[in-house]
């Protein structure tokens, strides 16, 4: 059962150092995701959807309501203003089913405006601006902790060298939807996707042919190193 709905922003901006993403640390003793790094985010409230007989535009009333959350959560969680057409869809994330509370969550992602990062002391702790592969060294070296869905997202940002770049490469792709299954038994702990062969109830498109190596959409957990495997 979903409990609700969800948007998260990854902010952007360029730097010498390469794209740069906006990092937020939760408290470390309470609420959801605790002493993880996030993006800025939260839930859909009621308000977010249109009004009876208002127009949601293009999108389904569920997308455009993420995206006015979207929109909000960033203002709240870290004083900068986006606008709904800066948003360039990117994701979608639902959690696997034994998840206590599990919202079905869009990413979105942004360039980040002018303006200083102000934080709510009630969501958040500290903040950094982070290159995804810096990001990557400080989880191998424990002293940053990640989710899955924050990490693949990171994964997908290494290849773009500027903000401009990964917003095109973002607006011309279809966004990816991840209902996530951990993949029972696997040592070391393992996410699982469709199309990967030990997704349940996933028949996969063809069977393999004989000397193709299996396909891959899983996320491996080995303590702090992780790695993404996805292949065609």
């Keep these: 059962m979903l409990h609700g709905t969800a948007a998260t922003v990854v902010l952007m901006r360029d730097h010498p150092d390469g794209l740069q993403v906006l990092m937020l640390e939760r408290p470390r003793h309470r609420g959801s995701f605790a002493g993880a790094w996030v993006f800025p985010g939260g839930r859909v409230d009621p308000e977010d959807y249109a009004l009876p007989g208002e127009e949601d535009d293009s999108d389904d009333g569920e997308l455009a309501a993420a995206r006015r959350a979207a929109v909000r959560e960033t203002a709240e969680e870290t004083g900068l203003h986006l606008q709904e057409p800066d948003l360039v869809g990117l994701s979608c994330w639902v ?22 990062v102000l934080l709510s002391p009630d969501e958040h702790v500290d903040a950094v601006w982070l290159t995804p592969a810096e990001a990557f060294r400080r989880q191998r070296a424990g002293t940053l ?36 299954r951990r993949l029972p038994g696997h040592v070391p702990p393992a996410m699982v996707w469709q199309g990967d062969p ?9 069977p393999e042919k004989p000397g193709e190596p299996e ?18």
Excluded: C
Excluded at 95 to 116: D, M, Q, S, V
Excluded at 145 to 170: D, M, N, Q, R, Y
Excluded at 172 to 177: D, K, L, N, S, Y
């Design 198 to 206: 030990g997704y349940p109830g996933d028949p996969g498109e063809e």
């Design 95 to 116: 959690p696997p089913p034994e998840t206590p509370r599990r919202y079905k969550t869009w990413f979105f992602l942004a360039e980040a405006p002018e303006g200083e």
């Design 145 to 180: 902790e990640l989710f899955p869905p924050t990490w693949v997202t990171l994964h997908g940002l290494l290849g773009s060298e500027t903000v401009a770049a990964a917003l095109t490469a973002a607006a011309q792709a279809v966004p990816q939807t991840y209902a996530t």
């Design 215 to 232: 396909k891959r959409h899983r996320l491996i957990m080995d303590g702090n190193n992780w790695s993404y495997e996805r292949t065609p």
